[in-house]
């Protein structure tokens, strides 16, 4: 095919239809967004709840929320900055804390719904396939679907790692094992120990250690935060401990308001009481100066 000049003139202009706003700005997919909030008509009303996770530079958001026309409704939210609350002060962004941070979630939720009795998920870390079943009597397991938004859905990566936490602290979301770390694509085989060294940060020990033999200056430099919070390459018994701690009390602990004084800098009005003081004291200051002249 020839060149073909793009004509761009005022019809193009006047027939020309802009994207969605979050789509133009590049935070939305719109085509796997309306598969995650259609919902069936034979459910009517029934929200469809999505668990959503992000990963920013610093840290990682789980969120679980249902969409309503006037805008998604959050219903619970975990966030890796609390994970120091539990003993995990550093390394906020890898595999192992969006497995906590995706546990978090989940425990926050179910005892939210009063379900975290019902349902106590997989205590045990094993990396293996688990899934949350409903209990004969009791209300169904909490359903939601991942929501990955923008993030390439590659094998190992951290949304997997939210969505293993959410699993194992007792959310019923539908997934396979073939992209959590461990997969192998050719023998089409799980290696669920692998998976495991990951949400115990044994990846990131594993390189530590491998940095301090090799290159203690590149080690010094890229884990000082370790170094200055004593974090050793020996850091499963630290995560063991988070997960415990995360069971025991997920709840969100609001932070008290600080008190602030407002500061005034423009006069406030007087009342009608200051005002009438004020003209008295005027005419009191007008006649003294009115004898001092006479006086003089």
């Given amino acids: 095919m020839g060149f073909v000049k793009v004509v ?21 997919d719109y085509y796997a ?14 929200p469809k709840y999505r668990m959503i996770v992000r990963v920013t530079n610093r840290d990682i958001i789980c969120q679980i929320a249902y969409a309503r026309i006037e805008g998604d409704m959050i219903v619970c939210a975990a966030y890796a900055h609390e994970l120091p ?15 906590c941070t995706g546990l978090l979630l989940a425990r926050r939720l179910l005892n939210r719904f009063g379900m975290d009795k019902i349902y106590e998920g997989q205590v045990e870390v094993t990396g293996d396939e688990y899934n949350v079943e409903s209990i004969d009597g009791q209300p169904g397991a909490f359903t939601c679907y991942l929501d990955a938004g923008l993030a390439r859905t ?4 951290k949304v997997f790692g939210a969505l293993k936490g959410a699993v194992d602290g007792g ?7 073939k992209r959590f770390p461990g997969y192998d694509s050719e023998s089409k085989e799980f290696n669920a120990e692998v998976h495991r060294k ?32 004593n974090v050793t390459p020996d850091m499963e018994e630290m995560y063991k401990k988070a997960h415990a701690a995360i069971r025991e009390n997920p709840v969100y602990e609001k932070k ?22 004020r003209v008295a004291q005027k005419k009191a200051s007008f006649l003294r100066a009115q004898e001092r002249a006479v006086e003089s």
Avoid at 8 to 28: D, L, P
Avoid at 85 to 99: D, E, P, Q, R, S
Avoid at 171 to 177: A, K
Avoid at 211 to 226: H, M, T
């Fill in 8 to 28: 761009k003139n005022k019809a193009y202009f006047k027939r020309y239809q802009v994207k969605f706003r979050r789509r133009r700005e590049g935070k939305t």
């Fill in 33 to 46: 967004r309306k598969r995650l909030v259609i919902q069936d008509k034979n459910k009517y009303n029934t």
């Fill in 85 to 99: 609350k539990y003993g995990v002060k550093v390394g906020l962004t890898n595999y192992a804390a969006a497995y």
């Fill in 154 to 157: 590659t094998t190992g990566n």
């Fill in 171 to 177: 959310l019923s979301i539908p997934h396979s094992t």
């Fill in 198 to 229: 990951h949400i115990m940060g044994q990846n990131v020990a594993d390189y530590m250690r491998y940095l301090i033999e090799e290159d203690e200056d590149a080690y010094k430099k890229q884990f000082s935060q370790y170094i200055k919070n």
């Fill in 256 to 277: 008290p308001k600080k008190e602030v004084k407002k500061k005034r800098w423009n006069r406030p009005k007087m009342s009608l009481a200051q005002k009438k003081d």
